[in-house]
Nanobody
Framework: QVRLVESGGGLVQAGGSLRLSCTAS????????MGWYRQAPEKKRELVAT???????NYADSVKGRFTVSRDNVKRTVHLQMNSLKVEDTAVFYC??????????????WGQGTQVTVSS
């Protein structure tokens, strides 16, 4: 089993910054893509940003230029630096990871979610 533990959510004023972190642990051989999704009230979960094992990144158009995803492969951690936050960024943010375990099986895992609230 693989566990993803997130931290760093909270309340911030519009224009402010937050940094989310997520650490993976458990039955891990190698971690492929890591990233972040978010779900606002009454909306579908949507991709925010992903990063491959080699550092290639992908961002939703709505966060390009404001958010930066990074990872530490040794620490099995992914970060999301969020700057110039907007009210519309308010959502529960979920860490996601595609993991190959020691039995060489690939599976997707999710964190428990962390609330990000941006006030006007």
């Amino acid at each position: 089993q693989v566990r993803l533990v997130e931290s760093g959510g909270g309340l911030v004023q519009a224009g402010g910054s937050l940094r989310l972190s997520c650490t993976a642990s458990g039955n891990i051989f190698i971690i492929g893509v890591m990233g972040w999704y978010r779900q606002a009230p009454e909306k579908k979960r949507e991709l925010v940003a992903t990063i491959t094992h080699t550092g290639r990144t992908n961002y939703a158009d709505s966060v390009k230029g404001r958010f930066t995803v990074s990872r530490d492969n040794v620490k099995r951690t992914v970060h999301l630096q969020m700057n110039s936050l907007k009210v519309e960024d308010t959502a529960v943010f979920y860490c996601w990871s595609n993991v190959i375990n020691r039995d060489f099986r690939a599976s997707d895992y999710w964190g428990q979610g962390t609330q990000v609230t941006v006030s006007s």
